[in-house]
């Protein structure tokens, strides 16, 4: 069983940081890649950034990039999203997500395996 936990939520203002964090286990836990979504009230999962395991190759939905930073820790297991200049629109719970092999549809939560719990992001104008 492979689980995926998130924390580094939290309330902050408009232009504020925060650093989330996701912590993956399992006796045989393997992914190509993980990502980060997010998921405001009343709206769609949408895809925000993601990170491969063996190469570190990012991508970033338009709307975080330069603003947003994925990161890896192979030896811990572990990804990270550092959020700066956050904006009330980055209001929304942040999942955590694993994809074991690569089909193609990235920025599709199809493409992905297992999920985190979630993490609440508010961000206060």
């Known amino acids: 069983q492979v689980q995926l936990v998130e924390s580094g939520g939290g309330l902050v203002q408009a232009g504020g940081s925060l650093r989330l964090s996701c912590v993956a286990s399992?006796?045989?836990?393997?992914?190509?890649?993980m990502a980060w979504f997010r998921q405001a009230p009343g709206k769609e999962r949408e895809f925000v950034a993601r990170?491969?395991?063996?190469?570190?190759?990012?991508t970033y939905a338009d709307s975080v990039k330069g603003r947003f930073t994925i990161s890896r820790d192979n030896a811990e297991n572990t990804v990270y999203l550092q959020m700066n200049s956050l904006k009330p629109e980055d209001t929304a719970v942040y999942y955590c997500?694993?994809?074991?092999?690569?089909?193609?549809?990235?920025?599709?939560?199809?493409?992905?395996?297992?999920w985190g719990q979630g993490t609440q992001v508010t961000v206060s104008s």
């Open positions: 997500a694993a994809d074991r092999i690569y089909s193609g549809s990235i920025y599709s939560t199809y493409e992905y395996d297992y």
């Open positions: 399992g006796r045989t836990f393997s992914a190509y890649a």
């Open positions: 990170i491969t395991w063996r190469t570190g190759a990012t």
